[in-house]
């Protein structure tokens, strides 16, 4: 035990002791300032619109429409479930959040946690196969600590280090918001079995960003694996970022297909299951965790073996 | 010898593909004792070495450290291990202490005290916290000793130490080996490309050619041998050849440049001299010629250049 965390602490410290962190630390959060900045500005530059009354009870019909002709179970609960939401807000005058409002900007804010999965991939790429560039891999493994465990200190710092920058987004979106946009704008409504009742922004947005990082889990442990098995920096960051931006357009080239249900990206996204219609017929968030497990056991179990079995030459 | 070794290879064999790379290799290292590894390039050294400290896995044969299989129990066997493996490669972006604060924390327990020790044995006291960027090859060096030493390894190998460092660090640096191998009994392995620096640091030389050990000896051995070449300086070459081959048909003798090459036992040598002068030839010196290392080398290794 104090062993791994001696490990751990020396994995950190590599990080830490590079200045291209720190400079991956201010693009992010530069990048989520500028999200909030642009979010307020492009708010301002939109005409007054209509009165809130009128946007949910036109909200309401479509939602009416929508649970009428809706065939599947699921789907018709969810509209009930939205047009109740909207009667109640007409009928106790609680407005929705503002577009413009800090509230709703918060919850649409989970879309930087990509920079953050995009900087933590290069981390992650890079903790093993740096070792190998670097030639200090040789130093590294000639001690009395089983290169098994080396690798699992790498992995957990791996996720330390994007849990780190995961909280570091929500922080610096908070932040901006609070610089860039109004507060106090309406309140988000929820179903809770029969009841309406109040959502706080902090619980909703948090469980937003908590979906999202379960994406990021998946694609650092996918590079933390390429990284491994190529033991090159360079490879093991470009095949992660192109499968990152890809790897989810192909779930509607491949939809068609049986496999469909078995890829990787058709379950990294689970915000998905906040509406009724999933990517593809027939998943559910048990299938989707249960794939998700089965593909994180291979990706440990392949760097695992690529790592303590294969003759270490550089 | 009759003391325990630290360090077997047994029946060492490693094969890529089909190719075999180190052939039924088997060497004991003693306590106390510093012995050079030498081969042509290619011949295996570098393998052999990544195979001792377990970075390679043997086709077949044993590696025992302290007594421990480094197979079997990798762990306790390695931890008598102190190295450089080719060059001390370090983390550049962090300073020579953060460098060994993270050795140490992966050998286990060592103290602030034990890293301050160190860090004055290399003598990088005054730079040890400035980045590795900055260090010359020489510093890189001493760092990689240092993290080598830390833990007080009754085993310690060393690729090429010598690479980078001056003259006076060179001196430092065998006398420090002497020194450790000589007061803690820490057994050396150097592996080298400098011949006569070999010849100074060590008690025991192993040649290693395609994979095979062709020769370990000791370093003084080259000094037993009774016949000797001796150089002649005279004043009239052609006479005192004559002279020679006058004297005994059998005896070899050679004309080279401006000296004669005779091979010959040591009380001949004076025979022959006293021979030359009362015919009237002087003689202005001569020298035993000793052969080198390098020639020795040269000659069991068929040449081949050595790196």
Redesign the interface.
């Known amino acids: 035990m104090f062993?791994m965390s001696?490990?751990i602490?020396?994995e950190w410290?590599?990080i830490f002791?590079?200045?291209s962190t720190y400079i991956l630390i201010a693009i992010l959060m530069g990048a989520v300032f500028l999200f909030a900045f642009v979010s307020s500005w492009s708010n301002n530059q939109q005409s007054q619109s209509m009165p809130w009354e009128e946007q949910v009870s036109q909200q309401m019909n479509v939602y009416e429409q929508q649970a009428a002709q809706s065939e599947n179970m699921e789907e018709k609960i969810y509209y009930q479930d939205q047009v109740a939401i909207a009667q109640h807000r007409l009928e106790e005058d609680i407005p929705p959040p503002k577009h413009t409002g800090f509230t709703q900007y918060l919850l649409d804010s989970k879309s930087n946690i990509t920079f953050a999965v995009l900087f933590t991939v290069i981390i992650a790429s890079g903790i093993v196969a740096s070792e190998f560039t670097?030639?200090?891999i040789?130093?590294?493994?000639?001690?009395?600590?089983?290169r098994g465990k080396i690798l699992w200190a790498k992995y957990f710092t791996t996720l330390l280090f994007s849990l780190t920058l995961a909280l570091i987004t929500y922080l610096a979106a908070i932040i901006g918001g609070m610089m860039f946009l109004e507060r106090g704008d309406g309140v988000l409504l929820t179903m809770v079995g029969d009841n309406i009742v109040e959502q706080s922004v902090w619980i909703e947005s948090l469980r937003l960003y908590g979906l999202a990082f379960v994406n990021m889990i998946i694609m650092t442990s996918f590079a933390f694996m390429i990284g491994t098995l190529s033991r090159s920096n360079a490879l093991a960051i470009g095949l992660s970022i192109f499968l990152m931006f890809t790897g989810q357009q192909l779930v509607f080239l491949f939809q068609e297909y049986a496999f469909v249900k078995f890829y990787l990206f058709t379950h990294t996204d689970f915000s998905q299951y906040l509406q009724p219609n999933p990517m593809i017929e027939g998943i559910s968030p048990l299938f989707s965790v249960t794939v998700l497990m089965l593909y994180l056991i291979v990706f440990l179990l392949v760097s695992h073996f690529s790592f303590t079995k294969r003759?270490?030459?550089t | 010898m009759n003391e325990q070794p630290v360090v077997q290879l047994k029946n060492l064999t490693k094969k890529i593909g089909s190719k075999t790379i180190i052939d039924d290799l088997s060497l004991d290292l003693y306590p106390g004792q510093v012995t050079g590894f030498l081969g042509p390039n290619g011949a295996g050294k570098t393998t052999t070495i990544r195979m001792m400290v377990g970075l390679m896995k043997a086709t077949s044969g044993e590696v025992i450290i302290d007594g421990y299989h480094l197979n079997k129990n990798y762990t306790k066997s390695i931890s008598q291990v102190g190295a450089i493996v080719e060059n001390p490669e370090m983390y550049k972006f962090m300073s020579g202490y953060q460098n060994l604060v993270h050795f140490a924390r992966l050998q286990g327990n060592i103290s602030k005290e034990r890293i301050k020790e160190v860090v004055k044995q290399v003598g990088l006291e005054s730079r040890i916290h400035d980045k590795v960027q900055a260090y010359s090859l020489g510093m890189r060096q001493r760092l990689g000793l240092a993290q080598a030493i830390l833990h007080k390894p009754k085993f310690l190998i060393l690729d090429e130490p010598t690479n980078g460092l001056d003259p006076a660090g060179i001196r430092e640096f065998r006398m420090y080996l002497r020194k450790i191998a000589a007061e803690d009994g820490v057994s050396v392995l150097v592996s080298s490309h400098l011949l006569s620096e070999i010849e100074l640091m060590c008690d025991r030389i192993a040649i290693i050619q395609q994979g095979k050990l062709i020769s370990i000896r000791s370093v003084q051995g080259s000094d037993q041998d009774k016949r000797k070449v001796f150089l002649f300086k005279v004043s009239d070459k052609e006479k005192a050849w004559q002279i020679v081959k006058d004297n005994d048909e059998d005896i070899e003798v050679e004309i080279m440049d401006d000296r004669l090459m005779i091979n010959l036992e040591k009380e001949q040598a004076a025979q022959i001299n006293r021979t030359f002068i009362e015919n009237g030839i002087d003689v202005y010196e001569i020298i035993p010629h000793k052969k080198t290392l390098e020639e020795e080398f040269l000659e069991m290794t068929g040449g081949e250049q050595i790196v």
């Open positions: 062993e001696r490990l602490r020396n410290m590599k002791k590079r200045n670097w030639g200090t040789k130093l590294l493994t000639i001690r009395p600590v089983k003759d270490i030459a």
